[in-house]
């Protein structure tokens, strides 16, 4: 099986098959969950092959993973689970309604598709299927949840637009137990919650203070939002912590710090743990950045700046100039924007070198 094809960074994933790296069982069945490009038939298959093919071995107990003696019975635990989650969304019932939603790259259709479709309700899932196929081709992913009637509770599907299931989900309240009529007992509420998410890893990889790194897959609010950011260091960096962390920590430990531009608030800091509305969701884990490939412009080139200081490569006084320097040139470029193509013939007359 190849392993590497679940990792979701390139850049890592070409270091990792360089160095030839080996996976143990349990950083196999890991890397198959978090994969943002297999599906969960994939997933299911990739894990089969994983416990016919590699040893089994016992997962001792974190924060918030509970103890398992078999992995390999907990990945068929898993597997069930998710099975049992899908035949309950797509079963049609008359105490249930679907909605659904739509991640688009392009910024503007995503609001359009939003705000359209946010309160649209459907009966069955295959006539909220049927009117989610007219967007289809705008989208990189289809969400469809399914309420049940005078509740919060739902279960959601992400699927790419020709209906393949990616991911699975249940409402937190769809999970709990102390409800009569909750879905899952609670020996599946631990397998759910206090499973994949509660592990943590150190996987060798090439970052290092300085480098300007990007997650080109990030989402928010079902957006393509790509933040650009200058590393200052891992959360697993750490030789004195690694240790600690492995033993103890969750999937957040495997995050990075950093800096990034806001345009309209300047330089601010990137942590490991991001959780607001505007945050990265879930990616600053470590294992899904890879190496910023473009030529930084506008505002963003005060990054290269800070890079190169970062790493020593140039003295603060031009650091210094640079970002000053750079910053007029935006400020001057935005203001002649604001006269307008009328004027576009005139500027190298007034001196500006357009």
């Not at 990889?205 to 300085?210: A, E, L, P, V, Y």
């Not at 990075?256 to 600053?284: K, Q, R």
Request: aromatic share 14%.
């Amino acid at each position: 099986m190849n392993l590497y094809r679940f990792i979701n960074s390139k850049d890592i994933r070409t270091h990792l098959e360089q160095m030839g790296y080996e996976f143990n069982s349990l950083e196999a069945a890991w890397l198959i969950y978090q994969c943002r490009t297999a599906s969960i038939e994939e997933k299911h298959k990739a894990w089969e092959e994983l416990i016919a093919t590699m040893p089994d071995c016992r997962v001792e107990e974190r924060d918030y993973f509970v103890r398992r003696d078999s992995l390999h019975e907990f990945l068929k635990d898993y597997m069930f689970l998710e099975k049992k989650l899908l035949k309950a969304f797509y079963r049609d019932d008359d105490s249930s309604v679907y909605t659904v939603h739509f991640f688009c790259p392009r910024t503007d259709k995503f609001e359009d598709l939003w705000e359209t479709n946010r309160n649209r309700m459907f009966g069955t899932y295959p006539k909220c299927l049927e009117y989610a196929a007219c967007f289809s081709e705008d989208c990189s992913n289809v969400v469809i949840r399914k309420y049940r009637l005078n509740d919060t509770d739902y279960l959601e599907l992400t699927m790419l637009p020709n209906q393949t299931a990616m991911s699975i989900h249940a409402s937190t309240s769809q999970l709990n137990s102390k409800q009569p009529d909750g879905l899952l007992c609670e020996k599946e509420f631990d397998l759910y919650y206090r499973s994949f998410s509660g592990l943590c890893f150190f996987f060798p990889t090439t970052f290092k203070k300085g480098d300007i790194l990007w997650d080109p897959t990030a989402m928010i609010g079902g957006q393509l939002s790509p933040r650009v950011f200058i590393s200052t260091y891992l959360e697993t960096e750490s030789e004195e912590e690694r240790e600690k962390i492995l033993e103890r920590g969750d999937i957040d430990s495997m995050g990075v710090h950093g800096y990034h531009i806001d345009p309209e608030t300047g330089f601010t800091d990137i942590e490991a743990n991001e959780t607001t509305e505007n945050a990265l969701y879930n990616s600053m884990n470590y294992m899904n950045l890879e190496y910023f490939p473009f030529e930084l412009k506008n505002h963003y080139r005060i990054l290269k700046a800070v890079s190169s200081y970062v790493k020593g490569e140039i003295r603060l006084p031009l650091f210094a100039q640079a970002y000053h320097q750079i910053l007029n040139e935006e400020a001057v470029s935005a203001n002649l924007g604001l006269l307008g193509l009328d004027y576009e013939d005139e500027l190298p007359l007034a001196g500006f070198g357009r």
